[in-house]
């Protein structure tokens, strides 16, 4: 397969009465795939979904992640920055998303970050990450994909250690985000040095 993984209406993460923050379960490998460039006109598909959803509250639509870096292996799944003006506010735009198709998976406070909504999607596999405008990890989310857009050695050191965490068995799919976090910091320490440089 080399496109997100279609909606499974059965599958737990679109079930609406599933309790949020509920880890969901892998019990398995992790699926990796070639970078697909179809995958740009998938997350546009869904941000005109959003924006028709939200209007002019949806203050900043952006594809992050791994399938937003042309050449990166990556889950076949769409990873989605939405911010709005506050995050925490849920009755100003849950409401409105979930009649657009999107369920409320992940309900936190996040230090530094503020709170952070995570919401899937409907047709396909996606991720729709929700921070107030200002949250300092909006910075983090883009900064982090232009540089590996610009930068092929970090691109594929973080591929390379993707691929090589793939091959384990993890019992929640939140332990295989949390085994790259030592990469992802060495990566940003180099992008944060880089952008220092750059400023002085």
């Known amino acids: 397969m080399?496109?997100?993984?279609?909606?499974?209406?059965?599958?737990?993460?679109?079930d609406p009465t599933r309790p949020v923050n509920t880890k969901t379960e892998l019990n398995g490998q992790v699926t990796l795939v070639e970078y697909n460039p179809a995958w740009p006109g998938m997350f546009r598909r869904e941000s005109n979904r959003i924006h028709g959803a939200l209007g002019e509250r949806a203050l900043t639509i952006e594809h992050v992640g791994s399938t937003s870096v042309p050449g990166l292996i990556a889950k076949p799944c769409i990873d989605i920055l939405l911010v709005v003006a506050d995050a925490g506010d849920d009755?100003?735009?849950?409401?409105?998303?979930?009649?657009?198709?999107?369920?409320?998976?992940?309900?936190?406070?996040?230090?530094?970050?503020?709170?952070?909504?995570?919401?899937?999607?409907?047709?396909?596999?996606?991720?729709?990450?929700?921070?107030?405008?200002?949250?300092?990890?909006?910075?983090?989310?883009?900064?982090?994909?232009?540089?590996?857009r610009a930068n092929p050695v970090?691109?594929?050191?973080?591929?390379?250690?993707?691929?090589?965490?793939a091959r384990h068995t993890w019992r929640h799919m939140q332990d295989y985000a949390d085994a790259k976090s030592d990469v992802v910091r060495k990566i940003k320490t180099r992008m944060r040095e880089a952008t220092f440089i750059h400023d002085r």
Request: glycine fraction near 8%; aromatic fraction near 10%.
């Open 2 to 14: 080399t496109g997100p993984i279609p909606y499974d209406p059965h599958s737990p993460d679109a």
């Open 91 to 148: 009755d100003a735009y849950i409401p409105d998303l979930h009649e657009a198709g999107y369920v409320l998976r992940i309900s936190e406070e996040v230090e530094n970050w503020g709170p952070h909504r995570v919401l899937k999607g409907r047709e396909i596999n996606l991720n729709l990450h929700v921070l107030s405008d200002g949250s300092p990890e909006i910075r983090e989310f883009i900064g982090f994909r232009d540089w590996l």
């Open 154 to 165: 970090d691109r594929d050191r973080y591929a390379s250690v993707k691929r090589e965490l």
